[in-house]
């Protein structure tokens, strides 16, 4: 697995590369990552099985390209300097990371990092580092960092390999143990900076310094060097305390002892985490020791942080200073400012830290902030899109963006435009037949089919009020083509409400579709709950050639059938009916699928109603469809509800023929009585045969 640099802001955050592919795999990952939070390792070590489990590679690998990726990103950050001024060669780095950790864990208090120490060898080009770490398998990071940092800071190319990967028998904690082999095989870039590196650190190097045997061996008293340096211990091989600090010494009360107590007597070592004695001091040389005074020394705790340096005659010097991050652990330890020397840095440290953990606080907190208003910024960014799609169901996405920009919309006139309502057949007696909630989910499952239909066919939904579904084609969104888009949802609309079934009797619903195009004026009507509304004769009309339908077809004008003569649709004459409210009109149907006709017959009823003997004609509208079945059958093809309220019959002969044979059948039929002053619509029986089809209408 290669991670290449990429070309992003200095403020990219690791996380977004390198888990952006597995943090669904991982399971536990969190969303965004705050760079002064501390974070359980389950995650990182969940992250690492993930990739491994995607790429193949093992934990090690996983983790040194992890290191590397890691300097790469320091590189592009602040950090950097920091990682620049630690030495001057790559051995000196390496024997100074516990110091770049120690400055960053006044910032991630809750950090545990690794220790290292680095040797020498024969080989002036290899270099044994010692690392320790409270966490297990990830050699591989300090390998990677290690390996990009030396390119990165020295231009040096390098060999890395585990010579050991153990337990540390000698330590209490910090166990894990790992020693690695670096060798400087060369440079990455062949220029003179890197000579000239290589030639100033050999004149800086401590061999090119050491002090020649005829230098004076002391040019200082015991004590002014006591006072100059208040909190130094000086002890023997035996760990015996030979002489200590001014301060030190009456922190501890030494003056008042006749013995010379050890130093393992007085204090426990912290860091590195080992026992105290000459081999071990003289193992981890480079590296600092925090030395904590054990309880019942004194009343208050102390710590001491410093190195350990080695002086002739097997004698040892720790020179040191307490460990003290706020003015309030001055009084905690019994100590002032003044008992810190001019020359100690610590004085302006304590004063500076105050500052600098006010600003840490403050600093965590707006990344905090920040990581909220991401999180909210795309809540928000959800929500309007909720909105928006709440919006755009209430009005045109046009005057809607006009709405939200504050703009005034006005009503406009539209010349052109073609209106569609339909209505489904029998909803009065669903309705009363129903619970009203069975009625309210039978609407809800036959409008969201119609939805899914608006904005393939280009038309907008204007409104649902009962059984009634209006919608248009031109308005707000000018087209050409309003009467095609109005036609092609009604016959949509029509295949669509074969999957609905009642919620009375479990049949599939009818539905009728009227449709009519003219000019109209469209706009927003109200401010609490604005609706787009249309206005004119064209809306009426429309709404007549929907009652004045036939159940399962689409009834359109004639306005309307002047648009779309030309177009390639099964169109049939109707003839000229009486519209209500309207007069003679010329009315079209327009077939869908496999109806080939539809047929208006003429039936005589007997009339036995109020004691009343005579005859009522009616006539009756037959859908005929292609026949897809060449066997006969006199299997009804469907079966109707028959009204209670019925008390006459009548039998209808209706002749159908082709070269002698049937070549269709009767699907549905809607009956108006003429005679009748309520229009009441009969349901029927109907079936087929060879050369007939026959009718039983109960009126």
């Not at 810190?340 to 440290?349: A, K, V």
């Not at 809540?379 to 899109?385: I, M, N, P, Q």
């Amino acid at each position: 697995m290669a991670i290449k640099k990429t070309d992003t802001d200095e403020d990219i955050q690791l996380h977004t590369i390198l888990i952006s592919n597995y943090r669904q795999l991982a399971g536990n990952v969190p969303e965004t990552f705050i760079m002064k939070e501390s974070y359980d390792d389950k995650i990182t070590y969940d992250l690492i099985k993930a990739i491994m489990t995607k790429t193949g590679l093992t934990v090690h690998q996983v983790f040194h390209t992890f290191g590397n990726f890691w300097a790469e990103w320091t590189e592009r950050s602040s950090y950097i300097i920091m990682m620049r001024i630690i030495g001057p060669d790559l051995y000196t780095f390496l024997n100074n990371l516990n110091a770049l950790h120690v400055h960053l864990s006044m910032t991630f208090s809750k950090m545990l990092p690794p220790e290292f120490h680095c040797e020498r060898t024969q080989n002036p080009k290899i270099y044994h580092l010692h690392y320790h770490s409270n966490r297990k398998l990830l050699r591989g990071v300090a390998s990677g960092i290690i390996e990009r940092a030396a390119q990165i800071i020295f231009n040096l190319k390098l060999e890395i390999e585990c010579i050991y990967d153990g337990i540390d028998e000698e330590r209490e904690t910090y166990r894990n143990y790992v020693i690695l082999e670096i060798r400087e095989v060369g440079y990455v870039k062949n220029d003179n900076s890197s000579h000239d590196l290589e030639q100033q650190n050999q004149v800086l190097s401590p061999q090119a310094q050491e002090r020649k045997d005829d230098d004076p061996e002391q040019f200082i008293s015991n004590n002014i060097f006591c006072d100059t340096f208040p909190f130094h211990i000086i002890f023997n091989d035996k760990l015996e305390i030979l002489r200590a600090g001014s301060s030190l010494a009456r922190k501890l009360k030494l003056f008042t002892r006749p013995d010379k107590p050890k130093i393992t007597e007085l204090f426990h070592c912290i860091t590195p985490p080992i026992r105290l004695n000459k081999r071990t001091i003289l193992k981890y040389h480079t590296t600092n020791f925090t030395l904590e005074l054990k309880s019942g020394v004194v009343d208050q705790l102390l710590q001491l942080k410093g190195q350990m340096i080695r002086l002739k005659h097997n004698y040892f010097l720790f020179i040191c200073s307490p460990v003290v991050d706020r003015l309030a652990d001055l009084e905690k330890r019994g100590l002032y400012i003044s008992d810190f020397p001019i020359h100690d840095p610590s004085r302006e440290l304590m004063l500076l830290n105050e500052q600098r953990v006010a600003e840490f606080h403050v600093h965590k907190k707006l990344e905090e902030t920040t990581a909220m208003l991401e999180k909210t910024s795309v809540a928000l960014a959800a929500e309007k899109v909720k909105t928006d799609n709440l919006l755009h169901s209430m009005l045109p996405q046009t005057v809607a963006e006009k709405l939200r920009e504050g703009h005034q919309v006005e009503a406009g006139e539209y010349e052109f435009v073609t209106v569609l309502f339909s209505d489904i057949v029998g909803f009065t007696s669903i309705c009363s037949r129903c619970k009203p909630i069975d009625v309210v989910e039978f609407l809800n499952n036959l409008y969201t089919r119609f939805d899914q239909l608006t904005s393939h066919y280009k038309v907008y939904k204007v409104e649902t009020i009962g059984d009634a579904y209006m919608v248009v084609s031109g308005v707000p969104e000018i087209t050409d083509t309003h009467a095609q888009n109005a036609i092609d949802m009604g016959l949509a609309m029509i295949e669509k409400s074969v999957y609905v079934c009642s919620p009375a009797d479990g049949k599939q619903i009818q539905i009728r579709i009227g449709i009519h195009s003219g000019p109209v004026v469209a706009g927003v009507v109200g401010h609490k709950m604005p609706r787009y509304c249309l206005f004119g004769d064209t809306v009426n009309t429309a709404s007549r050639m929907e009652s004045h339908g036939v159940p399962g077809t689409v009834h359109i004008s004639g306005a309307t059938y002047e648009l779309i003569k030309a177009c390639n649709y099964n169109i049939q004459l109707r003839g000229d009916i009486t519209i209500k409210g309207k007069g003679i009109m010329r009315t079209y149907f327009v077939l869908s699928g496999n109806q080939v006709e539809i047929k208006e017959v003429e039936t005589v009823v007997n009339d036995t109603r109020h004691n009343h003997h005579g005859q009522i004609r009616s006539q009756q509208w037959v859908i005929v469809e292609e026949n897809t079945d060449k066997k006969q059958s006199h299997k009804p093809i469907y079966e109707y509800n028959t009204s209670a309220q019925c008390d006459a019959s009548v039998q209808v002969n209706l002749e159908h023929q082709n070269g002698g044979s049937t070549t269709s059948k009767i699907s549905e039929i809607k009956a108006v009585n003429n005679q009748s002053t309520k229009g009441e619509q009969h349901t029927a029986i109907v079936g087929k045969n060879k050369t007939r089809s026959s009718m039983c209408a109960i009126l």
